[in-house]
Protein backbone atom coordinates (compact mmCIF):
# COMPACT_ATOMS: atom_id res chain seq x y z
CA UNK A 1 0.00 0.00 0.00
CA UNK A 2 1.06 3.72 -0.87
CA UNK A 3 -0.39 7.23 -0.79
CA UNK A 4 -2.21 7.08 -3.99
CA UNK A 5 -4.01 3.88 -2.83
CA UNK A 6 -7.71 4.97 -2.68
CA UNK A 7 -7.91 3.08 1.41
CA UNK A 8 -4.59 4.95 2.86
CA UNK A 9 -6.90 7.02 4.82
CA UNK A 10 -3.48 9.31 6.09
CA UNK A 11 -1.74 12.66 5.28
CA UNK A 12 1.32 10.72 5.37
CA UNK A 13 3.01 11.55 2.20
CA UNK A 14 5.29 9.99 -0.58
CA UNK A 15 8.83 9.86 0.76
CA UNK A 16 10.83 12.91 -0.33
CA UNK A 17 13.80 11.18 -2.60
CA UNK A 18 17.11 13.21 -3.10
CA UNK A 19 20.07 12.24 -4.52
CA UNK A 20 22.25 12.45 -1.44
CA UNK A 21 21.62 14.43 2.21
CA UNK A 22 23.12 17.68 1.29
CA UNK A 23 20.38 18.24 -1.11
CA UNK A 24 18.21 19.11 1.51
CA UNK A 25 19.00 22.24 3.71
CA UNK A 26 18.18 20.55 7.21
CA UNK A 27 16.88 22.48 10.13
CA UNK A 28 18.83 20.40 12.58
CA UNK A 29 20.37 17.17 12.70
CA UNK A 30 21.13 14.02 15.51
CA UNK A 31 21.91 10.78 15.26
CA UNK A 32 18.64 9.13 16.04
CA UNK A 33 15.44 11.13 15.08
CA UNK A 34 12.23 9.35 17.32
CA UNK A 35 9.09 9.52 15.43
CA UNK A 36 6.48 9.42 18.95
CA UNK A 37 7.33 9.68 22.20
CA UNK A 38 5.41 7.51 23.85
CA UNK A 39 6.30 4.54 26.25
CA UNK A 40 8.53 2.91 23.09
CA UNK A 41 10.12 6.37 21.80
CA UNK A 42 11.53 7.20 25.26
CA UNK A 43 12.71 4.30 26.14
CA UNK A 44 14.49 4.29 22.35
CA UNK A 45 15.26 7.76 23.00
CA UNK A 46 16.66 7.58 26.64
CA UNK A 47 18.67 4.14 25.84
CA UNK A 48 20.35 5.64 22.78
CA UNK A 49 21.34 8.85 24.85
CA UNK A 50 23.06 6.65 27.35
CA UNK A 51 25.02 4.60 24.85
CA UNK A 52 26.06 8.58 23.54
CA UNK A 53 24.06 8.66 20.31
CA UNK A 54 22.37 12.88 20.05
CA UNK A 55 18.47 12.18 19.37
CA UNK A 56 15.92 14.51 18.60
CA UNK A 57 12.09 13.68 19.34
CA UNK A 58 9.05 14.95 17.56
CA UNK A 59 5.94 14.19 19.11
CA UNK A 60 2.79 15.34 17.84
CA UNK A 61 0.77 16.26 21.06
CA UNK A 62 2.87 16.95 23.91
CA UNK A 63 4.87 13.82 24.42
CA UNK A 64 2.92 10.27 27.02
CA UNK A 65 0.79 8.83 23.70
CA UNK A 66 -1.32 5.83 24.78
CA UNK A 67 1.62 5.09 27.85
CA UNK A 68 0.37 8.60 29.83
CA UNK A 69 -2.91 7.87 29.05
CA UNK A 70 -3.26 4.24 30.46
CA UNK A 71 -3.38 2.44 33.84
CA UNK A 72 0.42 2.28 34.16
CA UNK A 73 0.72 -0.97 34.35
CA UNK A 74 4.24 -3.00 33.03
CA UNK A 75 4.17 -6.56 32.30
CA UNK A 76 7.22 -7.91 34.09
CA UNK A 77 8.48 -11.08 35.17
CA UNK A 78 11.18 -14.28 35.69
CA UNK A 79 11.77 -12.98 38.97
CA UNK A 80 11.91 -9.18 39.53
CA UNK A 81 13.10 -7.72 42.44
CA UNK A 82 9.67 -6.25 43.17
CA UNK A 83 8.08 -9.74 42.64
CA UNK A 84 11.12 -11.11 44.79
CA UNK A 85 10.12 -8.45 47.77
CA UNK A 86 6.38 -9.61 47.53
CA UNK A 87 7.01 -13.14 47.64
CA UNK A 88 6.10 -14.20 44.31
CA UNK A 89 8.20 -16.80 43.31
CA UNK A 90 8.62 -16.90 39.38
CA UNK A 91 11.30 -17.80 36.76
CA UNK A 92 12.16 -17.05 32.82
CA UNK A 93 11.00 -20.28 31.82
CA UNK A 94 7.17 -20.03 33.20
CA UNK A 95 6.96 -16.69 31.98
CA UNK A 96 7.31 -17.92 28.43
CA UNK A 97 5.56 -21.15 28.51
CA UNK A 98 2.36 -18.52 29.77
CA UNK A 99 3.08 -16.29 27.11
CA UNK A 100 3.84 -18.85 24.50
CA UNK A 101 0.11 -19.32 25.34
CA UNK A 102 -0.95 -16.24 24.78
CA UNK A 103 1.15 -15.14 21.46
CA UNK A 104 0.70 -18.08 19.70
CA UNK A 105 3.77 -17.65 17.15
CA UNK A 106 3.34 -13.64 16.26
CA UNK A 107 7.02 -13.51 17.51
CA UNK A 108 9.30 -16.44 17.19
CA UNK A 109 10.44 -18.60 20.34
CA UNK A 110 13.82 -16.73 20.39
CA UNK A 111 12.43 -13.55 20.75
CA UNK A 112 9.97 -13.87 23.13
CA UNK A 113 12.16 -15.92 25.29
CA UNK A 114 14.40 -13.04 24.70
CA UNK A 115 11.54 -10.74 25.83
CA UNK A 116 10.91 -12.62 28.95
CA UNK A 117 14.61 -13.46 30.03
CA UNK A 118 15.37 -9.14 29.45
CA UNK A 119 12.40 -8.56 31.77
CA UNK A 120 14.00 -8.25 34.94
CA UNK A 121 17.09 -6.18 33.68
CA UNK A 122 14.11 -3.73 31.77
CA UNK A 123 12.28 -3.32 35.57
CA UNK A 124 15.56 -2.32 36.78
CA UNK A 125 16.63 0.44 34.37
CA UNK A 126 13.14 1.62 34.78
CA UNK A 127 13.46 1.80 38.87
CA UNK A 128 17.22 3.06 38.15
CA UNK A 129 15.42 6.42 36.16
CA UNK A 130 12.73 6.95 38.60
CA UNK A 131 9.70 5.02 38.38
CA UNK A 132 8.00 3.49 41.55
CA UNK A 133 7.21 -0.01 42.15
CA UNK A 134 5.55 -1.30 45.35
CA UNK A 135 5.17 -4.92 46.65
CA UNK A 136 2.10 -4.86 47.64
CA UNK A 137 0.05 -7.84 45.99
CA UNK A 138 -3.18 -8.77 44.85
CA UNK A 139 -3.73 -11.97 44.40
CA UNK A 140 -7.54 -13.02 43.20
CA UNK A 141 -8.44 -12.31 39.55
CA UNK A 142 -9.58 -9.00 38.30
CA UNK A 143 -9.16 -6.48 35.35
CA UNK A 144 -7.42 -4.20 37.46
CA UNK A 145 -6.66 -3.66 41.10
CA UNK A 146 -8.15 -0.89 43.86
CA UNK A 147 -4.99 1.90 44.30
CA UNK A 148 -3.77 0.24 47.16
CA UNK A 149 -2.00 -2.77 44.87
CA UNK A 150 0.61 -2.31 42.56
CA UNK A 151 1.62 -6.10 41.66
CA UNK A 152 -1.16 -8.56 40.38
CA UNK A 153 -2.33 -10.38 38.04
CA UNK A 154 -2.99 -8.52 34.65
CA UNK A 155 -3.61 -11.98 32.68
CA UNK A 156 -4.69 -15.50 32.75
CA UNK A 157 -1.96 -17.22 34.88
CA UNK A 158 -5.42 -18.36 37.36
CA UNK A 159 -7.15 -20.31 35.27
CA UNK A 160 -6.45 -23.73 35.07
CA UNK A 161 -5.47 -23.87 31.38
CA UNK A 162 -2.55 -21.83 32.26
CA UNK A 163 -1.44 -23.40 35.26
CA UNK A 164 -1.65 -27.03 33.16
CA UNK A 165 1.09 -25.05 31.17
CA UNK A 166 3.23 -22.92 33.75
CA UNK A 167 3.13 -21.68 37.47
CA UNK A 168 1.14 -18.72 38.06
CA UNK A 169 2.91 -15.30 39.48
CA UNK A 170 1.56 -11.56 39.50
CA UNK A 171 3.01 -9.51 36.99
CA UNK A 172 1.43 -6.73 36.47
CA UNK A 173 3.26 -4.22 37.97
CA UNK A 174 1.63 -0.85 38.25
CA UNK A 175 3.56 2.36 38.66
CA UNK A 176 3.03 4.50 41.77
CA UNK A 177 2.59 8.23 40.26
CA UNK A 178 2.55 10.07 43.76
CA UNK A 179 -1.38 10.36 43.81
CA UNK A 180 -4.48 8.54 44.38
CA UNK A 181 -6.71 9.25 40.92
CA UNK A 182 -9.89 7.23 41.22
CA UNK A 183 -10.66 7.21 37.84
CA UNK A 184 -7.95 4.73 36.88
CA UNK A 185 -6.35 6.36 33.95
CA UNK A 186 -3.64 8.44 33.34
CA UNK A 187 -2.05 6.73 35.47
CA UNK A 188 0.57 6.16 32.87
CA UNK A 189 2.55 9.01 33.72
CA UNK A 190 4.21 6.84 36.17
CA UNK A 191 6.24 4.91 33.67
CA UNK A 192 6.46 7.36 31.37
CA UNK A 193 7.46 10.82 33.50
CA UNK A 194 10.60 9.56 34.69
CA UNK A 195 11.83 8.37 31.42
CA UNK A 196 10.99 11.51 29.78
CA UNK A 197 12.77 13.99 32.38
CA UNK A 198 15.52 11.54 32.65
CA UNK A 199 15.98 11.67 28.60
CA UNK A 200 16.12 15.71 29.08
CA UNK A 201 18.39 15.60 31.70
CA UNK A 202 20.92 13.93 29.05
CA UNK A 203 20.00 15.99 26.09
CA UNK A 204 17.21 14.97 24.60
CA UNK A 205 15.52 17.82 22.07
CA UNK A 206 12.12 17.31 22.05
CA UNK A 207 9.65 18.67 19.78
CA UNK A 208 5.88 18.95 20.71
CA UNK A 209 3.33 19.77 18.32
CA UNK A 210 5.51 18.53 15.31
CA UNK A 211 3.39 16.21 12.40
CA UNK A 212 5.70 14.09 10.62
CA UNK A 213 4.42 14.12 7.12
CA UNK A 214 7.28 12.81 4.87
CA UNK A 215 10.58 10.84 4.82
CA UNK A 216 13.56 11.97 3.21
CA UNK A 217 15.62 8.91 1.64
CA UNK A 218 18.22 9.18 -0.58
CA UNK A 219 18.69 7.30 -4.19
CA UNK A 220 19.25 3.83 -2.71
CA UNK A 221 16.32 4.02 -0.46
CA UNK A 222 18.03 4.73 2.83
CA UNK A 223 16.18 7.25 5.33
CA UNK A 224 17.83 10.32 5.49
CA UNK A 225 15.69 12.03 7.77
CA UNK A 226 11.68 13.77 8.35
CA UNK A 227 9.60 16.67 7.02
CA UNK A 228 7.63 17.78 9.96
CA UNK A 229 4.81 20.67 10.54
CA UNK A 230 5.58 22.02 13.55
CA UNK A 231 3.46 24.65 15.36
CA UNK A 232 6.22 27.75 16.65
CA UNK A 233 6.52 27.12 20.11
CA UNK A 234 5.98 29.61 22.52
CA UNK A 235 3.95 31.30 19.96
CA UNK A 236 -0.30 32.94 19.95
CA UNK A 237 -0.77 29.97 17.68
CA UNK A 238 0.53 27.54 19.98
CA UNK A 239 -1.31 29.03 23.40
CA UNK A 240 -4.61 28.93 21.47
CA UNK A 241 -4.59 25.04 20.34
CA UNK A 242 -3.48 24.58 24.03
CA UNK A 243 -6.54 26.30 25.02
CA UNK A 244 -8.94 24.29 22.75
CA UNK A 245 -7.46 21.17 23.48
CA UNK A 246 -7.58 21.34 27.32
CA UNK A 247 -11.27 22.20 27.02
CA UNK A 248 -12.11 19.14 24.94
CA UNK A 249 -10.56 16.91 27.14
CA UNK A 250 -11.99 18.77 29.92
CA UNK A 251 -15.42 18.23 28.77
CA UNK A 252 -14.32 14.55 28.08
CA UNK A 253 -13.08 14.09 31.56
CA UNK A 254 -16.28 16.03 33.56
CA UNK A 255 -19.05 13.89 31.62
CA UNK A 256 -18.00 10.22 30.83
CA UNK A 257 -18.78 8.71 27.65
CA UNK A 258 -21.57 5.94 29.51
CA UNK A 259 -23.93 8.85 31.10
CA UNK A 260 -26.90 9.40 29.21
CA UNK A 261 -26.57 13.16 26.72
CA UNK A 262 -22.77 12.05 26.40
CA UNK A 263 -22.73 12.53 23.03
CA UNK A 264 -24.31 15.88 22.97
CA UNK A 265 -21.78 17.05 25.50
CA UNK A 266 -18.77 15.52 23.65
CA UNK A 267 -20.37 17.11 20.25
CA UNK A 268 -18.75 20.25 22.01
CA UNK A 269 -15.45 18.82 22.65
CA UNK A 270 -14.99 17.80 19.00
CA UNK A 271 -15.70 21.51 18.34
CA UNK A 272 -12.42 22.46 20.50
CA UNK A 273 -11.07 20.14 18.22
CA UNK A 274 -11.80 20.97 15.40
CA UNK A 275 -10.66 24.38 16.28
CA UNK A 276 -7.19 23.07 17.48
CA UNK A 277 -6.83 21.32 13.40
CA UNK A 278 -8.42 24.74 12.05
CA UNK A 279 -5.08 26.44 14.24
CA UNK A 280 -2.90 23.77 12.58
CA UNK A 281 -3.59 24.22 9.09
CA UNK A 282 -2.82 27.88 9.05
CA UNK A 283 0.18 28.03 11.50
CA UNK A 284 2.28 25.32 11.41
CA UNK A 285 5.85 25.55 9.89
CA UNK A 286 7.63 23.16 7.63
CA UNK A 287 10.80 21.68 9.02
CA UNK A 288 13.20 18.76 8.30
CA UNK A 289 15.22 17.03 10.36
CA UNK A 290 18.06 14.79 9.74
CA UNK A 291 18.94 11.06 11.22
CA UNK A 292 22.59 10.34 10.58
CA UNK A 293 22.12 6.81 11.65
CA UNK A 294 18.14 6.26 11.85
CA UNK A 295 14.85 7.16 12.12
CA UNK A 296 12.46 5.17 14.52
CA UNK A 297 8.79 5.08 13.99
CA UNK A 298 7.03 4.78 17.66
CA UNK A 299 4.09 6.73 16.94
CA UNK A 300 1.01 4.38 18.20
CA UNK A 301 -1.63 2.25 16.34
CA UNK A 302 -4.03 3.58 14.35
CA UNK A 303 -7.43 3.04 16.48
CA UNK A 304 -8.48 6.88 16.39
CA UNK A 305 -8.27 6.65 12.58
CA UNK A 306 -11.78 5.69 12.04
CA UNK A 307 -11.04 5.49 7.96
CA UNK A 308 -7.99 3.44 8.58
CA UNK A 309 -10.02 0.56 11.66
CA UNK A 310 -12.66 -0.02 9.22
CA UNK A 311 -10.48 -0.72 6.30
CA UNK A 312 -7.80 -2.86 8.10
CA UNK A 313 -9.67 -4.46 11.14
CA UNK A 314 -13.52 -4.21 10.79
CA UNK A 315 -15.04 -6.53 13.47
CA UNK A 316 -13.73 -4.22 16.06
CA UNK A 317 -14.88 -0.82 14.77
CA UNK A 318 -17.67 -0.63 16.84
CA UNK A 319 -15.99 -0.36 20.38
CA UNK A 320 -14.74 2.48 22.14
CA UNK A 321 -10.99 3.93 21.15
CA UNK A 322 -8.34 3.36 23.55
CA UNK A 323 -5.63 5.40 23.05
CA UNK A 324 -5.05 9.23 22.28
CA UNK A 325 -5.61 11.05 18.93
CA UNK A 326 -2.45 10.55 18.04
CA UNK A 327 -2.96 6.91 17.42
CA UNK A 328 -3.69 7.78 13.55
CA UNK A 329 -1.86 4.91 11.88
CA UNK A 330 0.76 7.90 11.13
CA UNK A 331 3.55 5.80 11.57
CA UNK A 332 2.43 2.88 10.26
CA UNK A 333 1.77 4.92 6.82
CA UNK A 334 5.35 6.14 6.84
CA UNK A 335 6.94 2.73 6.97
CA UNK A 336 4.86 1.24 4.01
CA UNK A 337 5.27 5.45 2.10
CA UNK A 338 8.74 3.69 1.70
CA UNK A 339 8.16 -0.05 0.75
CA UNK A 340 7.59 -1.37 4.43
CA UNK A 341 5.59 -4.48 4.90
CA UNK A 342 2.86 -4.54 7.53
CA UNK A 343 0.78 -8.01 9.58
CA UNK A 344 -1.70 -8.25 11.88
CA UNK A 345 -3.51 -5.16 10.56
CA UNK A 346 -6.82 -7.06 11.11
CA UNK A 347 -6.21 -8.12 14.65
CA UNK A 348 -7.45 -5.74 17.09
CA UNK A 349 -8.10 -5.94 21.11
CA UNK A 350 -11.15 -5.55 22.76
CA UNK A 351 -11.27 -4.88 26.44
CA UNK A 352 -14.85 -7.07 27.35
CA UNK A 353 -13.83 -6.92 30.94
CA UNK A 354 -16.40 -8.35 33.27
CA UNK A 355 -14.64 -8.30 36.17
CA UNK A 356 -14.89 -6.45 38.97
CA UNK A 357 -17.39 -6.89 40.18
CA UNK A 358 -16.69 -10.45 40.17
CA UNK A 359 -19.76 -12.08 40.50
CA UNK A 360 -20.13 -11.62 36.98
CA UNK A 361 -17.49 -13.50 36.12
CA UNK A 362 -19.64 -16.46 37.58
CA UNK A 363 -22.26 -15.82 35.45
CA UNK A 364 -22.72 -17.62 31.75
CA UNK A 365 -21.90 -16.13 28.98
CA UNK A 366 -23.59 -17.04 25.73
CA UNK A 367 -23.95 -16.24 22.01
CA UNK A 368 -27.53 -15.34 20.36
CA UNK A 369 -27.69 -19.08 19.95
CA UNK A 370 -27.70 -19.61 23.57
CA UNK A 371 -24.63 -21.25 23.81
CA UNK A 372 -21.23 -20.43 26.03
CA UNK A 373 -18.02 -19.81 24.03
CA UNK A 374 -15.94 -19.13 26.79
CA UNK A 375 -14.30 -18.79 30.11
CA UNK A 376 -16.03 -16.34 31.94
CA UNK A 377 -13.33 -15.81 34.22
CA UNK A 378 -10.41 -15.07 31.20
CA UNK A 379 -9.19 -11.53 31.31
CA UNK A 380 -11.02 -9.29 29.26
CA UNK A 381 -9.44 -9.22 26.23
CA UNK A 382 -9.52 -12.81 25.53
CA UNK A 383 -13.25 -12.24 26.27
CA UNK A 384 -13.34 -10.02 23.63
CA UNK A 385 -11.24 -11.58 21.00
CA UNK A 386 -13.65 -14.60 21.52
CA UNK A 387 -16.74 -12.54 20.90
CA UNK A 388 -15.38 -10.76 18.18
CA UNK A 389 -13.66 -13.42 15.83
CA UNK A 390 -16.14 -15.92 16.57
CA UNK A 391 -19.55 -14.31 17.31
CA UNK A 392 -19.56 -10.83 15.33
CA UNK A 393 -19.28 -8.63 18.22
CA UNK A 394 -21.97 -10.20 20.10
CA UNK A 395 -22.45 -11.64 23.77
CA UNK A 396 -24.65 -12.01 26.72
CA UNK A 397 -24.29 -12.64 30.19
CA UNK A 398 -26.73 -14.06 32.36
CA UNK A 399 -26.64 -13.92 35.69
CA UNK A 400 -29.62 -14.56 38.84
CA UNK A 401 -30.93 -12.96 41.55
CA UNK A 402 -28.53 -14.02 43.75
CA UNK A 403 -25.05 -12.55 41.64
CA UNK A 404 -27.37 -9.38 41.25
CA UNK A 405 -26.94 -8.79 45.12
CA UNK A 406 -23.67 -9.92 45.51
CA UNK A 407 -23.00 -7.60 42.42
CA UNK A 408 -24.46 -4.55 44.26
CA UNK A 409 -22.24 -5.24 47.02
CA UNK A 410 -19.21 -5.95 45.58
CA UNK A 411 -19.62 -2.55 43.25
CA UNK A 412 -18.34 0.05 46.41
CA UNK A 413 -17.45 2.99 45.05
CA UNK A 414 -15.11 3.41 48.22
CA UNK A 415 -13.15 0.13 47.09
CA UNK A 416 -13.39 0.51 43.54
CA UNK A 417 -12.34 3.10 40.60
CA UNK A 418 -14.68 5.19 39.24
CA UNK A 419 -15.15 3.83 35.86
CA UNK A 420 -15.28 0.45 37.13
CA UNK A 421 -18.61 1.16 39.60
CA UNK A 422 -20.19 3.48 37.52
CA UNK A 423 -20.53 0.94 34.50
CA UNK A 424 -21.63 -1.54 36.95
CA UNK A 425 -24.01 0.63 38.39
CA UNK A 426 -25.35 1.74 35.06
CA UNK A 427 -25.83 -1.48 33.74
CA UNK A 428 -27.28 -3.22 37.38
CA UNK A 429 -29.83 -0.65 37.28
CA UNK A 430 -30.44 -0.38 33.40
CA UNK A 431 -29.07 -2.64 31.69
CA UNK A 432 -30.61 -5.93 32.95
CA UNK A 433 -33.65 -7.83 31.40
CA UNK A 434 -35.59 -10.12 34.10
CA UNK A 435 -36.57 -13.51 33.50
CA UNK A 436 -39.04 -15.73 35.50
CA UNK A 437 -37.77 -19.04 33.83
CA UNK A 438 -35.41 -20.38 31.22
CA UNK A 439 -38.38 -20.43 28.30
CA UNK A 440 -38.46 -16.37 29.25
CA UNK A 441 -34.82 -15.81 28.68
CA UNK A 442 -34.31 -17.91 25.41
CA UNK A 443 -37.64 -15.14 23.55
CA UNK A 444 -35.09 -12.64 25.40
CA UNK A 445 -31.77 -13.61 23.38
CA UNK A 446 -34.19 -14.94 20.56
CA UNK A 447 -32.66 -18.28 21.17
CA UNK A 448 -34.31 -22.20 21.09
CA UNK A 449 -35.38 -22.87 24.96
CA UNK A 450 -33.86 -26.35 24.22
CA UNK A 451 -30.18 -24.92 23.80
CA UNK A 452 -30.24 -22.82 26.41
CA UNK A 453 -31.63 -25.23 29.05
CA UNK A 454 -29.11 -27.40 27.85
CA UNK A 455 -26.31 -24.85 28.59
CA UNK A 456 -28.03 -24.04 31.82
CA UNK A 457 -27.90 -28.04 32.60
CA UNK A 458 -24.56 -28.40 31.63
CA UNK A 459 -23.42 -25.89 33.99
CA UNK A 460 -25.18 -26.86 36.86
CA UNK A 461 -24.13 -30.14 36.65
CA UNK A 462 -20.65 -28.98 36.14
CA UNK A 463 -20.89 -27.23 39.56
CA UNK A 464 -22.15 -30.02 41.45
CA UNK A 465 -18.91 -31.70 40.22
CA UNK A 466 -21.02 -34.32 37.89
CA UNK A 467 -18.92 -33.60 34.36
CA UNK A 468 -15.85 -31.04 34.01
CA UNK A 469 -17.00 -27.80 32.67
CA UNK A 470 -16.56 -26.69 28.72
CA UNK A 471 -14.40 -24.31 29.12
CA UNK A 472 -12.19 -25.68 31.74
CA UNK A 473 -13.42 -23.43 34.69
CA UNK A 474 -12.89 -25.11 38.49
CA UNK A 475 -15.45 -26.26 40.35
CA UNK A 476 -15.64 -23.82 43.03
CA UNK A 477 -15.93 -21.13 40.39
CA UNK A 478 -19.07 -22.18 39.20
CA UNK A 479 -22.41 -21.56 40.47
CA UNK A 480 -25.57 -23.31 39.59
CA UNK A 481 -28.11 -20.47 38.02
CA UNK A 482 -31.33 -20.36 39.62
CA UNK A 483 -34.74 -18.79 37.78
CA UNK A 484 -35.47 -15.80 38.09
CA UNK A 485 -32.90 -15.33 35.51
CA UNK A 486 -31.48 -11.73 34.50
CA UNK A 487 -29.85 -11.14 30.92
CA UNK A 488 -27.27 -8.29 30.32
CA UNK A 489 -25.94 -7.60 26.89
CA UNK A 490 -22.69 -7.06 26.87
CA UNK A 491 -21.50 -6.92 22.87
CA UNK A 492 -19.06 -5.13 21.21
CA UNK A 493 -21.06 -2.15 20.63
CA UNK A 494 -23.71 -2.20 23.75
CA UNK A 495 -23.84 1.79 24.63
CA UNK A 496 -23.99 1.15 28.07
CA UNK A 497 -21.36 -1.22 28.67
CA UNK A 498 -18.24 0.53 26.27
CA UNK A 499 -15.99 -2.18 24.83
CA UNK A 500 -12.29 -0.09 24.69
CA UNK A 501 -10.29 -1.44 21.42
CA UNK A 502 -6.92 -1.04 20.63
CA UNK A 503 -5.23 -1.95 17.61
CA UNK A 504 -2.40 -4.50 17.36
CA UNK A 505 -0.95 -4.99 14.07
CA UNK A 506 1.96 -2.96 12.27
CA UNK A 507 5.22 -2.64 10.68
CA UNK A 508 7.28 -6.27 9.78
CA UNK A 509 10.58 -5.37 11.46
CA UNK A 510 13.65 -7.55 11.86
CA UNK A 511 13.05 -8.89 15.42
CA UNK A 512 16.71 -9.27 16.70
CA UNK A 513 17.08 -5.21 15.64
CA UNK A 514 13.78 -3.98 14.90
CA UNK A 515 14.78 -2.65 11.41
CA UNK A 516 11.67 -2.13 9.36
CA UNK A 517 11.25 -4.64 6.39
CA UNK A 518 10.20 -4.68 3.58
CA UNK A 519 7.48 -6.37 1.54
CA UNK A 520 10.23 -8.79 0.32
CA UNK A 521 11.67 -9.08 3.29
CA UNK A 522 14.86 -6.51 2.76
CA UNK A 523 15.69 -4.05 5.18
CA UNK A 524 14.88 -0.62 4.84
CA UNK A 525 17.98 1.33 5.31
CA UNK A 526 18.06 3.89 8.26
CA UNK A 527 14.31 2.98 9.61
CA UNK A 528 13.04 1.19 12.86
CA UNK A 529 9.75 0.82 14.22
CA UNK A 530 8.69 -0.23 18.13
CA UNK A 531 5.91 0.07 20.55
CA UNK A 532 2.57 -0.76 18.81
CA UNK A 533 3.91 0.52 15.23
CA UNK A 534 5.15 -2.66 14.34
CA UNK A 535 4.12 -6.00 15.01
CA UNK A 536 5.58 -7.49 18.35
CA UNK A 537 5.38 -9.45 21.36
CA UNK A 538 1.02 -8.42 22.16
CA UNK A 539 -0.10 -8.46 18.30
CA UNK A 540 -2.03 -11.62 19.04
CA UNK A 541 -3.70 -11.00 22.26
CA UNK A 542 -3.12 -8.55 24.91
CA UNK A 543 -2.92 -8.33 28.35
CA UNK A 544 -2.78 -5.90 30.90
CA UNK A 545 0.72 -4.31 30.88
CA UNK A 546 2.25 -6.40 27.65
CA UNK A 547 1.72 -3.33 25.41
CA UNK A 548 3.90 -0.68 27.45
CA UNK A 549 6.48 -4.24 28.55
CA UNK A 550 7.28 -4.26 24.72
CA UNK A 551 7.53 -0.69 23.65
CA UNK A 552 10.22 -0.44 26.39
CA UNK A 553 11.72 -3.94 24.63
CA UNK A 554 11.21 -3.17 21.84
CA UNK A 555 12.29 0.97 21.99
CA UNK A 556 15.41 -0.12 23.70
CA UNK A 557 16.24 -3.09 20.94
CA UNK A 558 16.05 -0.25 18.45
CA UNK A 559 18.56 2.05 20.08
CA UNK A 560 20.65 -1.04 20.64
CA UNK A 561 20.56 -1.82 17.20
CA UNK A 562 21.68 2.14 15.91
CA UNK A 563 23.93 2.35 18.05
CA UNK A 564 25.92 -0.92 17.19
CA UNK A 565 25.38 -0.55 13.19
Known amino acids: MNPSDPHWYSAVEAPLTVTTSDAVLWDEVADVVVVGLGGAGVAAA ?22 EASGGVFYAGGGTSIQRAAGEADTVEDMFRYLQLETQGVVSDATLRRFCAESPNHTEWLIQHGVQFHPTVYKRKTSYPSLNYFLYHPDNTLLPASRAVAKPAARGHRGDPGFRRRSGTDLGGALFWPLRDAALRLGLQLHRKAEVRQLVVDGTGRVLGIKVLQLPADSAAWRDHERCLARAKWLFTIYPFLLPGARYVHQRAFRWLGRAAAIEAKQRVTRFIRARRGVVLSAGGFVYNRAMLQHHSPKYAAGLPLGTAGDDGSGIRLGQSVGAGTARMDRSSAWRFINPPEAWS ?27 EEQAGKAWL ?84 KAPYYLMDISLDFP ?50 LSIADGVFSGRRAAKAIADA
Not at 46 to 67: H, M, N, W, Y
Not at 497 to 525: K, M, N, S, W
Open 398 to 481: ILDRTLVRQSWKQSNPWKLLTFQWQLAWVNLLFGLKKAHNSTALAALLGCPPQALEATLAASAAASRGEIPDAFGRDVADIVEL
Open 496 to 545: LLPCAVLTLGGLVVDEATGQVLREDGQAVPGLYAAGRTAVGVPSHLYVSG
Open 46 to 67: LDGLERGLSVIAVDRQLGGGAT
Open 362 to 388: HGLIVNRAGERFVNELSYGATIGAAMC
